[in-house]
């Protein structure tokens, strides 16, 4: 997919202007390229700004990328941005952070820079697909619900996005500002049309979707909060625990299948 020119990239690196080349292939290829130094002024660019694209240097002063990356995820008006680490130390152990953070990817500084360019628009045309997908999807309900009794076409398509994208934000604000309305508004249609919030059917369906997990694959439980939206497994464990009674291990063991 094509990935339009006029998309707006934020480069956040202690500095920038140490990486020349990557910075002219940005500035040529894509019509805004803006610049924080550190992760606190990146956050509050990422507020002001709403930039299409972080591009990030991960171990950023006073503050870990994947540290960045939550602080990014916990506010519902940034947590969709999608998000790139460089660096020039590789470690197996800061890719991991970063990606279980959020991180989309994690690309060595000494990669050539096509290459890291190209990444960048695969990730920009997977948002673009995901959020055309989101929009036909309630296009389609809303003409099937023409069609028939009087339905929710709103709330199934954001269901059906849920159920799709469980490992991404899907706090009330992020959905309604995908699918173009209010929290406020995605919230009593949910409550009219399901008797619950969107946060307890998120929680609910992420909590289905790892008991089954659970029972009846042999993921390890680290990978299964991931899976199931969670980056943090304590949090996981803990809500885990407050939704079924159990934690996840006990779980597994009082339910497992024949795999």
Not at 51 to 80: E, K
Not at 88 to 109: E, H, N, P, V
Not at 170 to 176: D, G, P, Q, R
Not at 212 to 232: C, F, K, P, Q, R
Request: net charge positive.
């Amino acid at each position: 997919m094509h990935v339009s020119s006029d998309a707006h990239i934020l480069f956040i690196a202690p500095e920038p202007f140490g990486a020349t080349d990557l910075l002219v292939l940005l500035r040529t290829s894509f019509g805004r390229v803006s610049f924080a130094l550190d992760a606190q002024q990146g956050l509050a660019r990422c507020l002001s700004l709403r930039p299409d694209f972080v591009l990030s240097d991960y171990h950023l002063p006073r503050l870990r990328g994947d540290v960045f990356m939550r602080l990014l995820r916990a506010n519902p008006q940034t947590a969709a941005i999608p998000v790139v680490f460089l660096s020039a130390r590789s470690c197996a152990d800061s890719q991991l952070m970063a990606l279980r953070s959020g991180a989309r990817d994690f690309i060595d500084y000494r990669t050539n820079v096509q290459l890291v360019l190209e990444r960048i628009r695969l990730h920009l045309s997977l948002r673009e697909v995901q959020q055309e997908k989101a929009s036909r999807e309630y296009r389609r309900l809303l003409e099937r619900g023409k069609e028939s009794s009087p339905r929710t076409p709103l709330v199934e398509a954001v269901q059906q996005h849920v159920r799709d994208n469980l490992s991404e934000p899907l706090s009330a604000e992020n959905l309604a500002a995908l699918f173009g309305t209010s929290a406020r508004r995605l919230n009593a249609l949910f409550k009219t049309a399901c008797g619950v919030t969107v946060h307890d059917y998120v929680r609910s369906t992420r909590m289905g979707y790892a008991m089954h997990l659970l029972t009846h694959t042999d993921m390890a439980i680290i990978n299964v909060a991931v899976e199931s939206g969670y980056v943090n497994p304590a949090n996981f464990a803990t809500a885990f625990r407050q939704y079924s009674g159990l934690s996840p291990s006990v779980y597994r063991q009082c339910n497992r299948s024949n795999i």
